[in-house]
């Protein structure tokens, strides 16, 4: 029994592993094998070489988007979760603040980034904002539906026990929309991932979105895959520690 | 007949003292919607002395489970209704309930559950009263279990123990063993059984169960169907202290569960 279970685990480590390292095989093989031009789609070898050769700006330039990333994400967890609460507790809020969000959501974000740059300027604070505003969304959503998901027999039985207000919210609500809060976490930070780099894009001079627009505009196409896989990875990487974190919360499946 | 043990009939000690723990007068309940809405409960009287077991059975959507609420102060209606003398206007402290659906919160153990509502209604509980709880309710060896990590019947063990670590003077309970299999259910009848005697709370039972309710109760409350009324309240007059083999094998048991089979219409 253990064995099949060990090599369950194995081979969910060791499958998605290979079929990386194949994808990256055929994508260096068909560069030389058709001779691709290396400024249209460079060998994977290249990428590799230049990251390496850009290792310090890659890991400066990354830790410029990982801190606006971090930031904006950190802004959106706190806002989203008070206006969740206060869509959740207060009439006025629902019929009020929850529809202007739902139709903030609905103008495209990416338009929204010359404007932050006219208010917040060319540095870090732009970015902040964009990040925030990309992952602030589903937050509100995963946490107010978290919130409303609290089982009806639970509120019935906090009533019976005469639980006040706050404690109903903070023994049993919370609780209860935890799960679901750090789901809306794991589809966040990704997307805070894309808010930072859409803000370094429309002007910045620092981060890996900056360092992909200038070597496209030298290009360096090369190095542009280089940051690019940099993003994936620094994604992945924070993508991998919400989903730890978020089994604190393990009671989701029970 | 065993009718001569006079001493341990359970309404004597009460019955000396006349006291009312429970006492309906002409309470109906309308459910809002549509046409005035619907009509659930109508002209409910229904008095219960202090540390009577009551059950109340009917079929389904009869109203019993309305009447369990609004004795909880979980519903408004129209009448009177007074537990233990006071009118019920919201959850009376005298008062713990035991739903169908399992009380437990996910991520409590079972001996957090079992602290949970006496914390939330600020009375004092010592670990020695949670592990005499744990003993009384065959829990030990579970309490450091989560619910998701029990069976049923544990579950329903744990809510029944977080309701009675309030020492609540009266006892709701809402087809607490409705969704168990007929074994486990039987196994907890009889530890309500056993519970019961040594602590007497007033008990009132929700349930479908004729032989349940005559098990373990001293009356047993008949109603119809929508809109809900008591149609008849037999009295079970079979000995206790009860136990399932000995008090099943009383020929007065099977008499008086073909009667309320009759009343509910079943035979």
């Not at chain 1, 400024?39 to 990982?66: C, N």
């Not at chain 1, 971090?70 to 206060?86: D, T």
């Not at chain 1, 090369?222 to 990487?237: E, P, Q, Y």
């Not at chain 2, 909880?72 to 003398?85: C, E, F, I, R």
Request: proline content about 6%; overall charge neutral.
């Amino acid at each position: 029994m253990n064995d099949v279970f060990a090599n369950e685990r194995f081979r969910s480590a060791f499958d998605p592993l290979v079929f990386l390292v194949a994808l990256g095989v055929a994508w260096e093989a068909s560069v030389h094998l058709f001779d691709i031009k290396p400024y249209l789609f460079p060998a994977l070898s290249d990428v590799f070489r230049v990251m390496w050769e850009h290792r310090w700006q890659m890991i400066i330039e990354g830790g410029y988007t990982l801190l606006e990333v971090l930031v904006g994400f950190a802004f959106a967890v706190v806002g989203g979760v008070v206006i969740a609460l206060l869509i959740f507790f207060f009439p006025t809020a629902r019929r009020t603040l929850y529809p202007m969000i739902t139709t903030m959501q609905s103008i495209p974000k990416v338009a929204l980034a010359p404007v932050m740059v006219v208010w917040f300027g060319y540095g870090l604070s732009a970015k902040f904002v964009m990040a925030f505003l990309f992952a602030v969304f589903p937050i509100i959503i995963a946490t107010l539906g978290g919130l409303h998901g609290t089982p009806s027999n639970l509120v019935e039985h906090f009533q019976s026990l005469r639980a006040s207000r706050w404690e109903t919210i903070w023994r049993l609500r919370v609780p209860s929309a935890l799960p679901s809060f750090m789901d809306g976490c794991k589809i966040a930070i990704p997307l805070a991932m894309i808010g930072a780099v859409v803000g370094e894009f429309i002007g910045s001079q620092n981060g890996l979105g900056y360092v992909i627009l200038v070597s496209s505009s030298t290009a360096q196409t090369d190095l542009m895959f280089a940051a690019l896989i940099t993003i994936a990875v620094l994604s992945m990487v924070l993508f991998a520690i919400m989903e730890l974190i978020g089994r604190i919360a393990w009671w989701r499946a029970v | 007949m065993t009718m001569t043990n006079e001493p341990t009939s359970p309404q004597s000690p009460a019955n000396a003292q006349g006291m009312l723990a429970v006492a309906i007068d002409g309470v109906s309940k309308t459910y809002p919607g549509p046409d005035g809405g619907t009509l659930a409960l109508s002209g409910i009287d229904l008095h219960i002395r202090s540390r009577e077991f009551v059950s109340v059975i009917g079929p389904s959507g009869c109203g019993k489970s309305t009447l369990l609420r609004i004795l909880g102060g979980l519903l408004s209606y129209d009448g009177d209704v007074k537990v233990n003398g006071v009118p019920v206007d919201g959850p009376s402290p005298d008062i713990s309930i035991v739903f169908q659906k399992s009380n437990l919160l996910p991520w409590l153990t079972t001996e957090a559950n079992l602290r949970l509502g006496a914390e939330i209604r600020r009375k004092p509980v010592t670990p020695a009263s949670i592990a005499e709880m744990v003993d009384l309710l065959g829990l030990k060896g579970f309490e450091k279990n989560y619910p998701h990590q029990l069976s049923g019947g544990m579950q329903q063990r744990v809510s029944l123990g977080q309701a009675l670590v309030l020492r609540p003077s009266i006892l709701l309970l809402d087809e607490p063993f409705g969704a168990l299999d007929a074994l486990t259910r039987d196994r907890l009848n009889i530890e309500l059984l056993r519970i019961w005697e040594e602590e007497r709370q007033t008990v009132f039972l929700v349930t479908h169960s004729i032989t349940e309710a005559v098990l373990l109760s001293d009356r047993v409350i008949v109603m119809s169907a929508r809109p809900g009324r008591i149609v008849d309240d037999v009295r079970i007059d079979l000995p206790r202290p009860r136990s399932v083999k000995e008090t099943r094998a009383d020929p007065l048991f099977s008499t008086y569960v073909n009667q309320l089979s009759e009343l509910m219409g079943v035979v």
